[in-house]
């Protein structure tokens, strides 16, 4: 089964509450977050190359992969956060982003790997979950809030 396959199920499995997918203002949202935490040099580093370029980049902390679900227990488990994962080779990949609850971005997890971001869906902060090897990840924040993960 394909990825976004996955995605369709897990969509119907929690309905729109649970997982918002934004299919028609995708790119307003990934703007925004640029706009707030993502130094843009010309329109062709769109929706790209995020973690070389966050601003006023702050490391929360490395931890284990395995610790992940501990980490993202931090958030509210009734609100809804933006969700982004990047898909495909890293200079170039596709950033999808998610409008959904802690849980979801656990089960999104479980069927991917690498980067992903969880930012606060008043765009007051961003949180980098970096892959520094196999089994170790960097939570980097941008933005001048406080974040439940630190």
Request: aromatic share 12%; net charge neutral; hydrophobic share 35%.
């Amino acid at each position: 089964m394909y990825w976004e396959e996955k995605i369709d199920l897990l969509a119907r499995q929690v309905g729109p509450a649970g997982l918002n997918r934004h299919f028609t203002d995708w790119t307003e949202i990934l703007r925004r977050l640029e706009d707030r935490f993502v130094a843009v040099n010309g329109p062709s580093h769109r929706f790209s190359n995020w973690p070389e370029t966050l601003k006023s980049p702050i490391l929360i902390r490395t931890t284990d992969w395995k610790a992940i679900s501990q980490e993202i227990d931090r958030l509210d488990p009734e609100c809804n956060y933006w969700a982004i994962f990047v898909r495909g080779d890293y200079s170039t990949g596709k950033h999808v982003v998610f409008e959904c609850k802690p849980s979801v971005i656990k089960a999104i997890l479980a069927i991917t790997q690498g980067d992903f971001y969880i930012g606060e869906k008043k765009y007051n902060w961003l949180v980098h979950f970096k892959q520094t090897t196999d089994e170790r990840v960097s939570l980097i924040k941008s933005g001048r809030s406080e974040t439940p993960l630190g």
